[in-house]
């Protein structure tokens, strides 16, 4: 777009001068900026240079963005083109600076940051006031205040006394002695030979104070070589016992340079080690398998009841090991999957007087779903979730433990780290896994800490230690110094880690169905075919007979957060993609001699389920190995199981003979079953054989349960059912339980389930990005208003701000006439809730004591009461 002839005077008139596209590109990078929509574009400028609008535009500018305005802040107001570019590339012109500064600098104008023409930059009044330097806030330059500030309260003799030191000629007033002394320190030749008859003790103090922090200590009495620089105002004092160096000399010492290490170029991330993509899917695909069993086992653990709900929220530090212990992972983990869980809507609160956690109705759906859905349903929660899991463990603001589950877990950066993270994963070759400090390094890069980008902090003193400039002060430190201290760095390590369990990469590279989940992946005709079709998948991830489907993806230039149905379509992709690659469940079991049974993969969901009944699992892994133990069929038998069944169950699903020890242990404990039953008396033991009930009373093990007989096959007992059962069971007896209709209790695990919940919403990050709808409605809005205010009347403008006066007679006949010339209006209109607002209307036609027009503001043809209209002004023509 031209430069107009004349120069904006205000940020108000230079967003004038923008078309609609540029206005868009700045209302998409701030949206805080049309929460709500401004009325007209002053207001709109009066709203970006608002402190937390600045602050939060300044903490989203890359590394050399950022350094661009920290040297706009300590560049002359207005400055120029080459100014700039002499502050950021130096003496020496660096050709990387040169070419990447007009990028940053055409950034710091879309983002509304810096306005003016390259003869007249200007960055915006916040901005300077946040990042100029001062005693209180030193500049991540390290630079310190101009010769000019420094010397505002300096006496006009002690101002002379240093002119004539320096060689300068004596002048009549302090200002002009004052820019003969910036220009000296601004000249490079003179500059050189005034140092050049400095002691080496000088140019070593000013060597430590360079790149700052430039304020040190002196005594009332400094050393000669200090003597020396401030007689000449290559140090000046801005307070007793301190001095500064001036910014003119510093940057002349460090060759022009704003910033000690500028860094126009984003690091690269590196590559540690390339796989080929069939094995980092199938990989990935593993452990996303690995995953859904997790999450299974987890809710499968806290089926009839979970832990209690801490009075402050969250799972208690015990619990979280139990569940660790139960899930055979570290309690960090064990907090990734419960709080997946959780962001994914699959467990809640249960919201009773003893409340507990566990499954919601939801889970059940999940369970019903394919495998592949299930895990795009996991993997969309953990990266849309602002829930953190890694802060578990840490302390809040109030030195109070974070819990998993618990308040206090939302980062709203999270999903834009994971998001940025993957998106860096997917820019480099297929297969290729990155070193995390590489991937942190570009992070930082992106998005530094405020303040890490620029100087470096002096260290040590000046001179000796007797009479020195001590450097004082706090400057800002390198970006090193701030490590991985800094929330993103965390947020970063834990994405990596936590995709790789999740199964979004494999090895370390991102995954097909990770790309997918992007939406960085087509998905081509014979993606995600029929699941069954052996052609669309490989048992063996790294045998000969690899047949997955073709890669077929676009390079990313940015992984964006999607918008829902745009994420919704993503892992539909996902989850076609992973299907081939999921091993299909099986409907058998190998059974051995030993009683155990090996699952040597996943099972089908009736199958799994009884299992877990008629068995225990004794470990997993590739296989899943259950073992049967006489409590374990007992509990089949509780279940209302007879023992022809279990036989016909296992006959049914084993591909091997059901080995004979099994089927005696069936026989045997079925045998047993039941013979003695358990009701309520308080308690009472019934068996037809009198012989066993003399034989519990003669074991010395059921004194506790204090049984006396009342007939010779009824036994009595003060222990309650339950107690009198687990009593009998110790003892090596079967008993079973009965009704009071004398009927066997079959014992069923009990699912508990919360009342319908939601997933937790995330905690956004500010105001959403505004899509296209709202930012056209929302720049014609703006036109619309900063038109009806800018414009000149025919009538007498109002006073600022105040909406148009006219008699309700002088309205109608105002409207009236505009009707039939075609003229436009400015109206002030009140609505029904009382809010004034002013419109630029063009009357169609009035009746009914209504005006039908077309509202410019909106861009709609509406209807106004005349009675809520305040008055009008008709619009000068042009």
Excluded at 873 to 878: F, G, P, S
């Amino acid at each position: 777009m031209s430069t107009p002839a004349t120069p904006p005077r205000s940020l108000a008139e230079a967003l004038r001068t923008r078309d609609d596209a540029s206005l868009a590109a700045l209302l998409r990078s701030r949206p805080d900026l049309i929460t709500p929509v401004p009325t007209d574009l002053t207001q709109l400028a009066t709203r970006a240079g608002t402190r937390g609008s600045v602050v939060r535009a300044l903490e989203r500018l890359d590394r050399f963005a950022l350094q661009t305005a920290e040297a706009l802040a300590v560049a002359s107001d207005p400055a120029s083109y080459d100014e700039l570019l002499a502050l950021m590339a130096g003496d020496r012109r660096d050709p990387a600076v040169v070419h990447a500064l007009p990028r940053a600098l055409a950034a710091l104008r879309e983002q509304a940051l810096v306005w003016g023409a390259d003869d007249r930059l200007r960055l915006v009044r916040t901005a300077r006031e946040l990042l100029a330097p001062s005693p209180q806030h030193p500049s991540p330059t390290g630079l310190g205040p101009t010769v000019a500030e420094a010397t505002a309260g300096m006496s006009p003799g002690r101002v002379q006394e240093i002119v004539t030191a320096a060689g300068l000629p004596s002048t009549h007033d302090p200002v002009s002695a004052v820019a003969s002394l910036t220009k000296l320190f601004t000249a490079r030749r003179r500059m050189k030979t005034l140092l050049a008859g400095a002691p080496e003790e000088s140019l070593e103090v000013l060597n430590r104070l360079v790149w700052g922090p430039p304020y040190g200590q002196v005594t009332a009495d400094p050393a000669p070589w200090l003597r020396w620089l401030i007689d000449r105002g290559l140090l000046l004092p801005t307070a007793p016992g301190t001095v500064v160096l001036p910014r003119e000399v510093a940057l002349h010492l460090r060759a022009g340079r704003a910033h000690r290490e500028v860094e126009p170029v984003a690091p690269a991330v590196e590559a540690k080690a390339t796989h080929r993509p069939q094995v980092v899917d199938t990989t990935a695909a593993g452990q996303a398998y690995t995953a859904l069993a997790t999450v299974e086992e987890l809710l499968k653990d806290w089926d009839e009841g979970g832990p209690a709900v801490m009075r402050a929220g969250g799972l208690s530090v015990r619990d979280l090991k139990r569940t660790a212990v139960a899930l055979d992972v570290a309690e960090p983990v064990a907090a990734f999957w419960v709080e997946l869980a959780y962001a994914a809507g699959l467990l809640a609160s249960d919201g009773e007087a003893d409340e507990r956690y566990a499954a919601t109705p939801a889970y059940d759906e999940w369970l019903d779903q394919p495998a592949a859905q299930r895990w795009a349903r996991l993997a969309e929660a953990w990266l849309t979730a602002t829930r953190t899991s890694g802060l578990v463990g840490g302390r809040d603001a109030k030195e109070r433990t974070l819990s998993a589950l618990g308040p206090g877990l939302d980062r709203s950066a999270a999903p834009e780290v994971r998001h940025r993270v993957l998106g860096l994963l997917a820019g480099l070759p297929e297969g290729a896994s990155p070193s995390a400090e590489s991937v942190l390094a570009r992070l930082r890069w992106e998005r530094p800490v405020r303040g890490a980008g620029g100087g470096q902090r002096s260290t040590g003193g000046t001179g000796s230690a007797a009479g020195s400039a001590e450097g004082a002060g706090s400057g800002a430190g390198s970006g090193a110094a701030q490590g991985d201290d800094d929330l993103r760095s965390r947020l970063a390590r834990w994405t990596l880690g936590e995709a790789e369990m999740l199964g979004v990469t494999g090895r370390g590279a991102l995954s097909r169905q990770g790309r997918a989940l992007l939406g960085l992946e087509s998905v081509g005709a014979g993606d995600g075919a029929d699941p069954s079709d052996p052609s669309a998948s490989s048992p063996d991830p790294s045998g000969p007979g690899d047949k997955l489907p073709v890669h077929h993806h676009r390079p990313p230039a940015h992984a964006d957060p999607l918008s829902p149905a745009e994420q919704a379509a993503a892992s539909a992709a996902a989850a076609r993609i992973l299907a081939p690659l999921l091993p299909e469940p099986l409907d058998h079991v190998l059974l051995q001699a030993d009683l155990t049974a090996v699952a040597p993969g996943p099972l089908e969901r009736p199958l799994a389920d009884m299992l877990d009944v008629l068995a225990d699992v004794e470990s997993k892994g590739g296989a899943t190995v259950y073992r049967f133990t006489p409590g374990s069929v007992r509990r089949a038998l509780d279940a209302g199981r007879s023992a022809s069944d279990l036989h016909d169950f296992l006959t049914a699903h084993s591909r091997t003979p059901v080995p004979q020890p099994l089927a005696y242990l069936i026989d045997d404990v079925a045998r047993r079953h039941g013979h003695l039953r358990i009701g309520a008396a308080s308690a009472y033991v019934r068996c037809d054989d009198d012989a066993v009930l003399s034989e519990i009373l003669a074991d010395k093990r059921s004194a506790g349960l204090r049984l006396r007989r009342l007939a010779p096959t009824v036994l009595a007992a003060q222990a309650d059912p339950a107690a009198l059962l687990d009593g009998l069971r110790a003892m090596g007896f079967a008993p079973a339980a009965e009704s009071a209709e004398g009927d066997v209790v079959i014992t069923r695990a009990h699912a508990r389930r919360t009342p319908p919940r939601t997933a937790p919403d995330p905690v956004p990050d500010g105001p959403p990005t505004p899509d296209t709808t709202l930012l056209s409605a929302a720049i014609r809005a703006i036109r619309a208003g900063d038109r009806a205010s800018t414009t000149p009347l025919k009538t007498t403008t109002p006073p600022n701000g105040e909406l148009p006066r006219t008699s309700s007679a002088e309205t109608l006949a105002t409207v009236q006439a505009a009707v039939l010339t075609g003229t436009t209006l400015w109206i002030g209109y009140v609505n029904a809730e009382g809010a004034a607002s002013q419109r630029v209307i063009a009357p169609i036609r009035v009746e009914g004591g209504f005006v039908t027009a077309y509202d410019h503001t909106a861009d709609e043809v509406r209807t106004y009461p005349l009675h809520r209209v305040t008055g009008v002004a008709e619009l000068a023509e042009d």
